[in-house]
């Protein structure tokens, strides 16, 4: 893995974006903004997922109205983390309009593609980078493919097909997608704002556009850059397509901050956004945010269910710790645990752990070796759920002697 390429810090709040620091993780709400108690719910639901930054639509006057409130409840529930407003169309007339919204966000995301058209598109541009001035805000210049400044796209599809060797469309809407975000982030310094205010980003959908428009955007600029899927889709597919494409760009050192935008199951879980980004950063070695529960996939040596049930139980028993543990044992993301399956990889993994244990295959002795820091602790034996009680006690144990206070 490559080292990260070294761009310029941008505070947002209380976190840090770029200059060296850890890669951020990103969330955005899908409430109505209007409903303040809500969307601070969620909000804060988000933040204990792991979400370092959460972004929320502000694309009415209710919404710009309720932002205010939004930060007020957070702040009541000891919820430090910054919001993010996403403005299209609007985003000068509502900042301008209600003040104490401005004030409350900490970042404003404008895309260029719908911030106005000809003199109006500079104007209102211009507009907002004075708002996010006067009140210490951030931006994010958010460039979008499906939402391209269509002056600049006819003007480079015409220049294109006038040449000898005319290029693929694709290549020259990354074009655009590229000089949209630079030519943005001249404006924002034209109109006064420093590098130290500006994060630029270039969504599209498909992952092979993404790292190419992402590698060039990192050969010619030192701004941060926000890494994501415009969509990403649900499920499987979802997360298959968001690490495909951002794996390989943080591998590469390019990136600052991630969002991965999956579309939730109906009444799905939020949360699962942020959850998926955070296994990204981890799983390069990028950020530690949670013990890593390595289980055995299963094979014709595994046919009970045993493992799956104390793999299951334990991601569960950890999940509901972690927020307790991250106050009170400091470290503790760092825990690695294994629950293996059989005898053919169950040792050798379980000592490679911080805590393993060893299931029994199909035909085995009914015996599960326990493992710490690579030496036999104990065999528990007894009913499935004997054994998952006892190998949690032997976590719990674990995580108070090495990760207490």
């Known amino acids: 893995m490559k080292s990260r ?43 204990a997922a792991g979400a ?18 939004i930060r007020r409840r957070l702040d009541d529930q000891g919820w430090a ?9 609007n985003g000068h007339v509502l900042l301008r309009e209600n003040p104490e919204c401005a004030a409350a966000l900490a970042k404003y995301r404008i895309n260029p593609g719908n911030v106005g058209r000809g003199a109006r598109r500079d104007e209102n541009f211009a507009e907002i980078c004075a708002i996010a001035i006067e009140h210490g805000a951030a931006i994010r210049i958010g460039v979008n493919g499906g939402s391209l400044d269509t002056a600049l796209v006819t003007a480079r599809m015409e220049e294109n097909a006038n040449r ?54 990192a050969a010619r600029t030192r701004q941060p850059l926000h890494l994501g899927l415009t969509e990403a889709g649900m499920g499987v597919r979802g997360l298959v397509w968001s690490s ?29 956004e942020v959850r998926a980004a955070c296994e990204i950063l981890q799983a390069l070695g990028l950020r530690s945010f949670a013990p890593s529960v390595v289980a055995c996939p299963g094979c014709g040596r595994t046919t009970s269910s045993n493992f799956q049930e104390l793999a299951k139980k334990v991601e569960e028993h950890v999940r509901v710790r972690l927020q307790d543990w991250r106050s009170t044992h400091p470290g503790v993301e760092d825990l690695t645990l294994a629950v293996m399956g059989c005898i053919v990889n169950g040792p050798g993994e379980s000592k490679a ?41 032997i976590i719990d144990d674990y995580v108070e002697e090495r990760f207490g206070r």
């Open 5 to 47: 390429l070294m761009t310029t810090a941008v505070n947002v709040g209380n976190i840090t974006i770029g200059g060296g620091a850890p890669v951020v993780v990103q969330a955005m709400t899908n409430t109505d903004t209007s409903n303040a108690e809500a969307t601070a719910r969620q909000c804060a639901e988000l933040a």
């Open 52 to 69: 370092e930054l959460v972004r929320i639509t502000v694309n009415t006057v209710g919404a710009a109205a309720a932002v205010q409130d």
């Open 81 to 89: 983390t910054p919001l993010i407003g996403d403005f299209h169309y």
């Open 164 to 217: 000898d060797n005319p290029r693929v469309s694709e290549e020259v809407l990354n074009e655009c997608l590229v000089e949209s975000a630079l030519g943005s982030t001249d404006a924002a310094l034209e109109c006064g704002l420093g590098t130290d205010s500006v994060v630029l980003s270039a969504k599209v959908s498909s992952p092979p556009q993404l790292i190419a428009v992402y590698r060039e955007l």
């Open 244 to 272: 495909s494409a951002m794996a390989i760009l943080l591998a590469e050192g390019i990136g600052d901050t991630i969002r991965v935008s999956l579309t939730p199951e109906p009444d799905g879980d939020r949360n699962n």
């Open 353 to 393: 752990a911080d805590i393993g244990i060893s299931l029994p295959g199909t035909g085995e002795e009914p015996r599960c070796p326990v493992y710490v820091d690579g030496q036999q602790v104990t065999i528990l034996q007894g009913t499935n759920n004997e054994i998952a009680d006892a190998f949690v006690v």
